[in-house]
């Protein structure tokens, strides 16, 4: 059978088709010009501000209360000289972070329960997939809320028409002094803190109002590539996380 | 409208529900223990050995004549010590490669077009999906022909049983003598060489027969990270292309 003919094969298989059709399009990300949207800004947002210190104290006493911390981020994107380019958050003219941040205790409690709970037989294999399914749900309710209260003119309003879309990568942190890694590491069964990216699929246009002690800034990929020293650990691998999809350039 | 109202409120959608499984399904890999696999050894394989320069004379006589060059290769995941552990092939006891290869002329010659002919508009949007997903099609065909030749009996052997699946990130080589890049950097209109990694669903058990020149090692993913010097700067970057998966470690 020539190449051809297996094709036309598949397509006959509508299931195979609805599956191929969602897989395409999840590869696909339309950008829009940065020009498109509007950038306001609001009343500064309290930062705790800590040392590295104070904050495994604080990681310390959370986890005692709450168990394994998550935090969720997005990563949007425009376009802009025809190149991808991120928005993200500077703190005092130095930190960059994603939009996002911790979620509630119980916004995503389940979290590492079901990690756990993955190394199952196939009749709690359902069950287990249901959960987590759930709990991504959660994740990307949080991460809505955390948009809201970033980018938008006050917490309760959400940014309107932004779709929070795949999980792009995670990270663990294994204890409270360790950095953190793209995997569980081996003999890890509690791990401290977990971050997941996702990416946001932006519409035509929107309005982002920022805290005012912050700047919201459009990064090309090209300069955020390895740059681990400006960007940090995580953000700076965004483009390599990126890889696999594909930019539709969007003209207006 | 609280959470599970939210929640069952989706679940009636049917759509939505087959979209769902696929994304969850997706992000599950189920990985089985080293030991079910087996072993074996061939003839050495003819490897072509050259220097750096000879490597981009190479890539300029083969560009000149066949345009764009595509790699596509293979991450064969299984699992040891419950963490999961890539497949590699060591060559020399120094080079560390993954399955794979490039692909013949023609093969996946359309894949540059797709992407230059993604800045479209929206009447010309679906044909260019139908071709990006011919294309991506056409890549996994020649990943399992690769995979045959490099682990497999012989060349004519396909290796039964495996998923080829999605891809994973996808790196360009703007110029003959640059590093390759996970996104084709500004004003690059013609990159030399596209190198795509694929993520392969291995099943329950599985026969490797591997040139005696070459070793197939099973290298935990935590030796991997971020160890650029042993492993080459894309091998490297697996386990945070893979960090948004969940492993279900499987015991027989």
Known sequence: MGEEAR?????????NATRRNHL?????VDLYPLSSYYFGSRDALRVKDENISDRVDRLKSNYAAHGLRTCVEAVLLVELFKHPHALLLQYRNSIFKLPGGRLRPGESGLLYCSVTS?????LSQISALKTKFLLNLLDIEGLKRKLASKLSINENVVVPGSEVG?????????????LMYPFLPPNVKHPKE??????????VNQQFVVPKNFKLLAVPLCQIHENEKTYGPIISQIPKLLSRFSFNMMEL
Do not use: A, H, Q, Y
Not at 7 to 15: G, K, R, W
């Open 166 to 178: 795949e999980c792009i990568g995670m990270w663990w942190r294994p204890n409270f002094e360790s």
């Open 194 to 203: 977990c971050t997941k990216l996702f990416l946001v699929r932006l519409p």
């Open 118 to 122: 993955l190394c199952i037989n196939s």
């Open 24 to 28: 395409v399009n999840d590869l696909i």
């Open 7 to 15: 094709v036309l094969d598949m397509e006959t298989s509508e299931e």
